[in-house]
């Protein structure tokens, strides 16, 4: 009898493409508004050739516009995870998942008919695909508190962070060669096609929790129930105590490192621009090499999971193996930012800087972002989308400051570039320092199942557990 893939890793497999379709999502105006709004002079003398109209672009929009229709995703991505996190809860982590995925790709599809009613329509569009894809990681953090055994949320938390990077690395080079080759449309065309599929495939094989699933095995369902433990509230009907949460020194952590954290890993967006002012080189070859340390931090991704993992099932604590190996990464990555600041007269030296903070950062899903899960199970995806939403303000603050620094640093702009690389570095080093001070530990008081503990709180047998 051939032997069936575990149902939980057809969730990891299908997490690990969901996060390469929310990549396709977010990134696929980066490369199309290079042919929808500019033509650069190399291209106009390869396209005067074959038809003059070719070399116009469609749309004249200032720089404010095109910021605002870069943007506008983040703003949606950032203001609806909360929500995510509750509507998940009330309606079904899965449902909802394949549902604002599905509508979010059709939406996508939908963008150059919207874009050529109004611009305005068009922001509103891509701020709703924002939202909607904003909801993809907390649900699905919610659902690996259900699904994961905790010797595997590495694996798998770290599969659905590699399926992003690797997309980002992918679409930032096929929907730069689609819209050249054949129109700016087709990245939206395409991306979407692939966003609707996935979503259908989706709604189909994933289920909310393996006790609703028709053609899981009792093996399974064993092994999951002995590694979540039975003293663990994973039902998502029961309310959420928003008091109880957000008075907890360990959530306040968490959000707190996630705000600090994302500074620094978003100053990779901002590689294509730094390779062209510093070393002056076209926009095809710095885009490819902004790939580079995507594929790295990929890979990292892949490893490090398997490699935490791999520790704690040798039976030492989780908390501290991945405090420790968090705290490792981070410091690391902030060696390599400050590597940087001297790196400027090599674009080689760049690139494999770059890398390595890539690299080393990867530890935050095996590390940061599985201790949400271990703190929470059944909480889990609310506590993400809390973070997470502090951490996605530091992707407007990042390249606000960015810009600033260069404006003020405008006879130097080297200087200006190092100051940020030293700014991030540090925020690495005291995120690092205080995740493992006073990140997770256990599971949280208010976490556990309520038939645990009694008027006065935990039961003994439950403190027990948490002690040890």
């Known amino acids: 009898m051939r032997r069936m893939i575990p149902k939980r890793w057809v969730l990891s497999i299908m997490g690990l493409f969901g996060g390469m379709n929310l990549a396709s999502l977010r990134l696929n105006l980066s490369s199309a508004i290079v042919e929808m709004v500019t033509a650069s002079p190399r291209g106009l003398v390869e396209k005067v050739h074959q038809n003059a109209s070719e070399y116009h672009p469609e749309f004249s929009w200032n720089a404010n516009q095109q910021g605002l229709a870069l943007g506008s995703y983040f703003y949606g991505y950032a203001v609806s995870q909360v929500f995510a996190a509750w509507s998940g809860r009330k309606c079904g982590r899965a449902r909802v998942i394949g549902i604002y995925s599905l509508t979010a790709s059709i939406l996508t599809m939908l963008i150059p008919v919207l874009l050529r009613e109004h611009f305005g329509i068009f922001i509103a569009a891509r701020l709703l695909i924002g939202a909607l894809s904003g909801s993809y990681s907390p649900l699905m953090h919610g659902m690996w508190g259900v699904w994961s055994p905790v010797e595997e949320r590495g694996k798998h938390v770290s599969l659905m962070s590699m399926g992003y990077n690797s997309a980002a690395a992918l679409v930032l080079v096929v929907s730069g060669y689609l819209a050249e080759k054949y129109g700016w449309e087709y990245p939206f065309y395409c991306t979407g096609a692939v966003g609707f599929i996935w979503s259908v495939i989706w709604i189909f094989v994933i289920y909310e929790s393996p006790k609703e699933h028709p053609g899981i095995t009792e093996d399974e369902i064993k092994l999951i129930d002995a590694s979540v433990g039975k003293e663990i509230d994973t039902n998502r009907e029961r309310k959420v105590k928003w008091m109880d949460i957000f008075k907890s020194t360990r959530v306040w952590c968490v959000i707190i490192v996630s705000f600090l954290e994302h500074m620094p890993t978003y100053i990779i967006i901002l590689l294509p621009t730094y390779v062209q002012s510093t070393f002056e080189l076209g926009v095809k070859?710095?885009?490819?090499?902004?790939?580079?340390?995507?594929?790295?931090?990929?890979?990292?991704?892949f490893t490090l999971g398997w490699l935490v993992d791999w520790i704690i099932s040798k039976g030492y604590r989780t908390s501290k193996v991945r405090k420790g190996v968090y705290f490792t990464g981070n410091i690391l990555a902030a060696i390599a930012l400050i590597s940087l600041t001297q790196?400027?007269?090599?674009?080689?030296?760049?690139?494999?800087?770059?890398?390595?903070?890539?690299?080393?950062?990867?530890?935050?899903?095996?590390?940061?972002?599985?201790?949400?899960?271990?703190?929470?199970?059944?909480?889990?995806?609310?506590?993400?989308?809390?973070?997470?939403?502090?951490?996605?303000?530091?992707?407007?603050?990042?390249?606000?400051?960015?810009?600033?620094?260069?404006?003020?640093?405008?006879?130097?702009?080297v200087m200006g570039w190092d100051v940020l690389f030293l700014t991030g570095?540090?925020?690495?080093?005291?995120?690092?320092?205080?995740?493992?001070?006073?990140?997770?530990?256990?599971?949280?008081?208010?976490?556990?199942?309520?038939?645990?503990?009694?008027e006065s709180g935990q039961s003994e047998s439950t403190r027990l557990v948490t002690k040890n």
Do not use: H
């Open 343 to 413: 790196a400027t007269g090599s674009v080689v030296a760049t690139i494999s800087c770059y890398s390595f903070q890539a690299s080393t950062s990867a530890v935050t899903a095996a590390g940061f972002k599985a201790s949400v899960i271990d703190m929470a199970p059944g909480f889990s995806g609310v506590v993400f989308a809390v973070s997470n939403t502090a951490g996605s303000l530091m992707g407007f603050i990042t390249p606000q400051y960015a810009g600033i620094l260069r404006v003020a640093n405008i006879k130097d702009q």
């Open 285 to 301: 070859e710095s885009s490819f090499l902004s790939c580079i340390p995507l594929i790295a931090r990929a890979l990292a991704d």
């Open 425 to 454: 570095s540090v925020l690495y080093a005291v995120s690092a320092v205080c995740f493992m001070l006073f990140g997770p530990v256990d599971v949280e008081k208010w976490a556990k199942r309520r038939s645990d503990q009694g």
